[in-house]
């Protein structure tokens, strides 16, 4: 089965701050087409009960000056209660490795976080994780890994470029927080958008197939609400936004229109005659 294009794509252009104003009513056809395709496709490719990650394909109209992480919570849950997280965490004052895992693990308790990630602390992840092949079977072990902001900046030269390459880059928390519980959880059920310098486009995870189609369209609208609100990039900057599985083709949700270039050549015009202006006299 293939999946029908869609014939009316949203061409209003971003407000101010790039606000996309997202077509409630494609976004809802889109989905539908993406999830006919998949439930077509599953008996193929899938097997039973397998779900698939459903993304949004963001281009820019330039690519990014700076590297950015715009951390994403949504409405609906991307994993379940099964989830495997990892902790790494500061070593504590006068406390062996055990005693800082217990520590931690007693602060998870007592803070109301719903699941109990497993608790490495620095100490440990440089001695008994520094072999090549330990790092590889951490990183296979584990869905998600959350680091102590306090240390997380000295990770990347103990767990190596793997995590990095394969999107498991340690996502930083604040194990000081009043409400380490709520953050932890948006954490591990929300999602995150990386953006390099390396490129005009991303790739974000919002969704997943086993979701229904209005759950899909509200973590959809969220995360563009917020990645919109987030993004550092100057002026208009979101050009167009795609909706895939790793299967599927790249259905268009929305396309910015081009009047805001007129504008931009407009200013540049402004600019040449003011320096020939300047340069004549």
């Given at each position: 089965?293939?999946?029908a294009?869609?014939?009316?794509?949203?061409?209003?252009?971003?407000?101010?701050?790039?606000?996309?104003?997202?077509?409630h009513?494609q976004?809802?056809?889109?989905?539908?087409?993406?999830?006919?395709?998949?439930?077509?496709?599953?008996?193929?490719?899938?097997?039973?009960?397998?779900?698939?990650?459903?993304?949004?394909?963001?281009?820019?109209?330039?690519?990014?000056?700076?590297?950015?992480?715009?951390?994403?919570?949504?409405?609906?849950?991307?994993?379940?209660?099964?989830?495997e997280?990892?902790?790494?965490?500061?070593?504590?004052?006068?406390?062996?490795?055990?005693?800082?895992?217990?520590?931690?693990?007693?602060?998870?308790?007592?803070?109301?976080?719903?699941?109990?990630?497993?608790?490495?602390?620095?100490?440990v992840?440089?001695?008994?994780?520094?072999?090549?092949?330990a790092?590889?079977?951490?990183?296979?072990?584990?869905?998600?890994?959350?680091?102590?902001?306090?240390?997380?900046?000295?990770?990347?030269?103990?767990?190596?470029?793997?995590?990095?390459?394969?999107?498991?880059?340690?996502?930083?928390?604040?194990?000081?927080?009043?409400?380490?519980?709520?953050?932890?959880?948006?954490?591990?059920?929300?999602?995150?958008?990386?953006?390099?310098?390396?490129?005009?486009?991303?790739?974000?995870r919002?969704?997943h197939?086993?979701?229904?189609?209005?759950?899909?369209?509200?973590?959809l609208?969220?995360?563009?609400?917020?990645?919109?609100?987030?993004?550092?990039?100057?002026?208009?900057?979101?050009?167009?936004?795609?909706?895939?599985?790793?299967?599927?083709?790249?259905?268009?949700?929305?396309?910015?229109?081009?009047?805001?270039?007129?504008?931009?050549?407009?200013?540049?015009?402004?600019?040449?005659?003011?320096?020939?202006?300047?340069?004549?006299?």
């Open positions: 089965m293939r999946i294009v869609l014939s009316h794509t949203c061409t209003m252009a971003p407000t101010a701050g790039d606000k996309v104003p997202l077509d009513f976004v809802k056809k889109a989905v539908q087409a993406l999830q006919a395709y998949l439930k077509s496709s599953s008996c193929k490719t899938l097997l039973l009960n397998e779900t698939q990650q459903i993304c949004l394909l963001l281009t820019f109209w330039k690519i990014p000056k700076q590297e950015q992480t715009i951390r994403i919570p949504l409405p609906h849950a991307l994993r379940n209660e099964s989830v997280v990892c902790l790494f965490t500061r070593d504590e004052p006068n406390m062996t490795a055990d005693q800082t895992e217990r520590f931690y693990k007693k602060l998870l308790t007592q803070s109301g976080v719903k699941f109990m990630p497993q608790v490495i602390p620095f100490k992840l440089k001695t008994e994780y520094k072999p090549f092949e790092k590889r079977k951490l990183l296979g072990n584990f869905d998600i890994f959350l680091a102590d902001a306090r240390i997380r900046r000295r990770l990347p030269s103990h767990i190596g470029k793997h995590f990095y390459e394969r999107k498991k880059a340690p996502l930083s928390v604040d194990l000081r927080s009043k409400h380490l519980a709520r953050d932890l959880d948006r954490l591990v059920q929300g999602t995150t958008l990386t953006i390099n310098k390396k490129g005009s486009c991303c790739l974000v919002v969704a197939s086993g979701m229904t189609t209005d759950e899909i369209v509200e973590n609208v969220t995360a563009v609400s917020t990645i919109s609100t987030k993004l550092h990039m100057k002026g208009k900057s979101i050009k167009i936004i795609h909706l895939k599985s790793h299967t599927s083709v790249a259905l268009p949700i929305y396309t910015s229109d081009l009047s805001h270039l007129k504008l931009l050549e407009e200013e540049l015009k402004k600019a040449r005659l003011a320096e020939a202006s300047i340069s004549s006299l």
